[in-house]
């Protein structure tokens, strides 16, 4: 028997504790919750204890190795789900009110570092009167949920989503500083095709889960027809903003994703190897919040993008 503490009739809990079943339940994971509202665990499981010794109902079913909803549970969730999206529409449009427009846009950590921030001073001559939110982050969210006007990612021209629009597609190439390229000339290690690379130091995306299994080098040179080297070294990084630093400081040889890089070769930081690039079936798109309703600033940004997309062309 769960005992409540809730005495008065209109008695609310906390908020905390409905944001953190509504994303339990959303997900049928602690552990899930918990990541996506940066908490532990068992400060989630406790939450849920609370809300449940709040109501005197038990919301879950705590099974082996998985999580499931009584059906009391089932019916909060359903009440309380679009009463807190509704609250979460109505703070977003008081902040807007309050501070003027604010385009929040999610996209991935390698093209926001890389491409994105590098030229958002540019964007802000287009629109100077609208704040932008840069959220970046490698997990797909609900745009919806999280109050996201725009997202930018990358995918299989194969899996694209409804209503995308396509920004640009996909090339690989090996790069590397020019002075890099000269040193190995004059080492007698010259760069002049795929199969030089066993001469030199590789740099890797360390990539555990197999999220990008087209950006290693075992690929690369299977796409070049070269039987993949031991390289002289390799270093290897979390994230690809890190390798493509790392080249730009001249530690080795990179696998440059063009859209990411050109600008750098275009000043002359970086050069492309061999003369060759390869051509994935991939590209960059963006995608509108189907309740922002296609805002007008977001429909500007994609337009901005785009531009700035053509001008590295």
């Known amino acids: 028997m769960i005992h409540t503490h809730a005495t008065h009739p209109r008695a609310l809990p906390p908020l905390d504790l409905l944001r953190g079943f509504e994303s339990a339940a959303r997900h049928l994971s602690f552990t899930r919750a918990a990541a996506e509202l940066f908490l532990t665990q068992s400060a989630v499981s406790r939450q849920i204890q609370a809300l449940e010794a709040f109501t005197g109902v038990a919301l879950f079913e705590r099974r082996h190795k998985a999580l499931a909803l009584t059906d009391a ?9 679009p009463t807190l999206d509704q609250i ?29 921030v590098p030229r958002l001073a540019r964007y802000r001559k287009v629109d100077p009167h609208v704040d932008v939110r840069i959220t970046a982050t490698h997990e797909v969210v609900d745009l919806e949920r999280e109050g996201v006007d725009v997202a930018i990612r990358d995918c299989p021209l194969s899996r694209v989503p409804p209503g995308a629009v396509f920004l640009v597609g996909e090339h690989l190439a090996a790069v590397c500083t020019p002075e890099y390229a000269r040193s190995a ?7 002049d095709s795929p199969g030089d690379l066993r001469h030199h130091v590789l740099l890797n995306l360390h990539d555990v889960s197999q999220r990008w299994p ?6 690369w040179f299977e796409s070049m027809g070269v039987e993949d080297p031991t390289p002289a070294g390799t270093l290897t990084f979390d994230q690809y903003d890190q390798v493509i630093q790392a080249a730009l400081l001249g530690q080795g040889v990179a696998l440059g994703r063009m859209t990411l890089v050109r600008q750098h070769i275009r000043a002359k930081r970086l050069v492309a190897l061999f003369g060759r690039q390869q051509r994935l079936a991939r590209g960059f798109h963006a995608v509108f919040a189907r309740s922002a309703g296609e805002p007008p600033e977001a429909g500007r940004f994609v337009d901005w993008l785009r531009s700035e997309i053509q001008r590295d062309v």
């Open 88 to 116: 979460r529409e109505a703070t977003r449009r008081l902040r807007e009110a309050r501070k003027g427009r604010v385009l929040t846009v999610t996209t991935t950590v390698s093209f926001a570092a890389l491409w994105l």
């Open 185 to 191: 000339k004059r080492a007698k290690r010259p760069l």
């Open 73 to 81: 549970g089932q019916a909060y969730y359903r009440a309380i789900a």
């Open 214 to 219: 087209w950006l290693s080098w075992a690929a």
